[in-house]
């Protein structure tokens, strides 16, 4: 069974940190890139970064671009966003995606999402 489970989402005062995690089961991690996107109300999802299955291509929407971070852990099939200097426009229900790179399987994967709120 497929799971990707994400925690970490919360609420923050503008300015603040958090750092989202996504850990994955179920499925040859190895095989896949990851990804966060995020949703707002009333908008579209969109891509936030992405990282390839062996970490060495890593790419951030603009508006997130020098203040987030993506990266994975191999050992723990786990990964994160470090999410600083955050705005009330970042505020949205973050997902986690898989999408497969190599060998085969199902295409891609979705968790849950976990909400993050920037407000003061």
């Known amino acids: 069974q497929v799971q990707l489970v994400e925690s970490g989402g919360g609420l923050v005062q503008p300015g603040g940190s958090l750092r989202l995690s996504c850990a994955a089961s179920?499925?040859?991690?190895?095989?896949?890139?990851m990804a966060w996107y995020r949703q707002a109300p009333g908008k579209e999802r969109e891509l936030v970064a992405s990282?390839?299955?062996?970490?060495?291509?890593?790419n951030y929407a603009d508006s997130v671009k020098g203040r987030f971070a993506i990266s994975r852990d191999d050992a723990k099939n786990t990964v994160y966003l470090q999410m600083n200097s955050l705005k009330p426009e970042d505020t949205a229900v973050y997902f986690c995606?898989?999408?497969?790179?190599?060998?085969?399987?199902?295409?891609?994967?979705w968790g849950q999402g976990t909400q993050v709120t920037v407000s003061s």
């Open positions: 995606h898989a999408r497969r790179q190599y060998g085969v399987g199902a295409s891609n994967y």
């Open positions: 179920g499925f040859t991690w190895s095989n896949y890139a």
């Open positions: 990282i390839t299955s062996d970490g060495g291509i890593r």
